[in-house]
């Protein structure tokens, strides 16, 4: 009897087919529908990562009950952050590999970690699937999210699976950092050196080749779409900014340079100059494709290229390296008192430099 | 310049808009985005809950930067669980009251915290929202789910938002159980008695009620709808059963009698036998509106009770009081050897039970 399909819970006790020793017997027992299959799925994924990876995340208790248990150590913060990644907004099933939005669905939600300072521990998965997606989608799929979950040190957990009309995932990843070293964003100084990992817009430029026709497999990873379709949340780095207490204040870059800067300076009351031409711009492949202008405007306005934007106390920014944890690091520019954000162009001029970040809520 | 909607982020720094002390007067000068004013009724709603409920959380920072930071008990496991609720699929706009929405999604999410014996503590909230969400509907929302916050003891620490076609809910909680305590639905025994508590079936048909045309209103809370609209997840008594370790086995019901028990029989590798009379029948006004066979029907198939279902050993299930913890506890049937699971009928009949409970992916 199925009186009340609408009230009846769909899947918040997902994933409860709970892998036993004697595993493939006791499979072939169980009742044949699909969202079994679909969570079995899930969990032989979850498997291949090996009990090696499980067994420095803290995890008890993983895929298998009503909830999952974790063991925090001692002398840290949990550091918690949920994350949308859905079809239509934030990627569309016919332009991205279902790998591809498997690993940035988990890389960019543990961007959000890296830019307190913390390492990631484990994650829990919620996927909405419509039926057509729940076997070759969701094979590709879960091969680009365990890749990243196994680069990027971060078990899968738990989650819960429903059907939908269009692909919905949600990630929410939990992390730690050492006591009393977790980076805000509103801590930064007037006076303070204002930095940024990586090279700017290149995510937004490997957007904009995918829109222009360009072509990426599994098998050859193209350049010019690899920031756009695999981002690196900077782990190692933000954990050292951290824990050196090197950075004043620090956050992602999201949204782009021009909106998550404004915001950081928003949270700590202050505001900022930066200098055109101390922008790290995409160069390389992104050169030969693309104008000055366009890769300058990609760096200022681009998102998604989940580097970190970090603030240095003036007297330390000088022991700063042009490079470190395997990624350049470049000082664009100074937080001052007055409010606003403002750009320096190369002929010595300021401009108030507008937002140009992406609200979900404006038509 | 906007050039890249889909690829920027949408949200996943959300709930930027740090609450400073100055909050007045700073507010006035962000930018007026929308976004920013579904974060701001977000953040009022959660300050509107008082410090004091943030002390006992371990929250250190909660909405405001790139993740929140929490700080987890000596001692302690942290319980990590994830819920979907979606409109369509899990409540219907024009039925249930946002209020009603506001207060379940969070209930029924904290249930499966107290099904494995621990205590919410925090957490996420992830909005999908349509455009005409953003007013009326989601004052009354976040009116209901500040109740559930505050009465159910689990602060918000952040989350995300989004715009989407139809409003879309994922809550993650974060709990905690004593080391060594938590309760998992794959230890049950042969021969352990199991119990339940409260009466099964009334959300069931509180959510019939509510199809035939029932009318609640959150002055004049109508009992019929009350298990459907507002559920109490067993917070006390699922930690009782945990520390006190009388159950051998737990699980909450959201699917249903007959598809959770078959449940927590496949992942213990055991079966199970109970017994029609001793089921504990939804009575009082559900009498006076449906038949025997109607309550007897919802209390084996229906779902969205957020009771327990729990196993205790032979020799233990004689201590059980009738009631605990401000609930009624009852003794349902025992644990077998035998797989499946059997009703016994009054005539003394024994019957497979098919689980009644849905697959979201089943056509």
């Not at 002398?75 to 079809?87: A, R």
Request: proline share 4%.
């Amino acid at each position: 009897v199925n009186c009340c399909p609408l009230a009846e819970g769909t899947g918040e006790q997902a994933y409860t087919c709970r892998v036993k020793k004697d595993g493939a017997k006791r499979r072939k027992q169980r009742p044949n529908n699909s969202e079994g299959a679909v969570i079995r799925k899930i969990e032989v994924a979850a498997r291949s990562l090996g009990e090696k990876a499980n067994k420095g995340s803290g995890m008890r208790l993983g895929i298998g009950d009503d909830a999952a248990l974790w063991h925090p150590r001692t002398g840290f913060e949990t550091v918690l952050t949920s994350d949308w990644f859905l079809e239509g907004t934030h990627f569309l099933r016919n332009s991205h590999a279902p790998d591809s939005v498997g690993w940035k669905c988990l890389a960019r939600a543990i961007s959000d970690i890296a830019a307190m300072g913390g390492e990631p521990r484990c994650f829990l998965l919620s996927l909405g699937l419509p039926e057509d997606c729940t076997k070759e989608w969701l094979n590709r799929f879960l091969r680009g999210l365990c890749r990243a979950s196994s680069k990027l040190g971060c078990v899968l957990a738990g989650g819960d699976t429903t059907r939908s009309g269009t692909i919905l995932i949600n990630i929410s990843v939990v992390g730690e950092v050492k006591q009393g070293c977790a980076r805000l964003r509103s801590t930064a100084r007037a006076g303070d050196r204002i930095f940024v990992s990586g090279r700017l817009g290149e995510a937004e430029l490997g957007w904009r080749a995918l829109q222009g026709g360009e072509k990426a497999s599994e098998a050859r990873p193209v350049l010019l779409l690899h920031k756009h379709l695999y981002p690196e949340p900077r782990i190692e780095l933000g954990r050292w900014l951290a824990q050196s207490r090197t950075a004043t204040a620090m956050m992602d870059l999201s949204d782009g340079l021009s909106s998550d800067l404004a915001r950081m300076c928003e949270a700590s009351g202050t505001g900022a100059r930066i200098y055109s031409n101390r922008l790290p711009l995409p160069d390389g492949v992104f050169s030969t494709k693309f104008s000055e202008v366009d890769r300058r405007t990609a760096a200022i306005h681009g998102g998604d290229d989940y580097e970190l934007l970090f603030c240095v106390a003036k007297a330390n920014a000088s022991k700063i390296p042009r490079k470190s944890h395997g990624v350049a690091l470049a000082e664009i520019g100074e937080v001052t008192n007055k409010r606003g954000v403002f750009l320096i162009e190369n002929s010595g001029e300021s401009h108030p430099l507008r937002s140009g970040g992406w609200d979900p809520f404006k038509k």
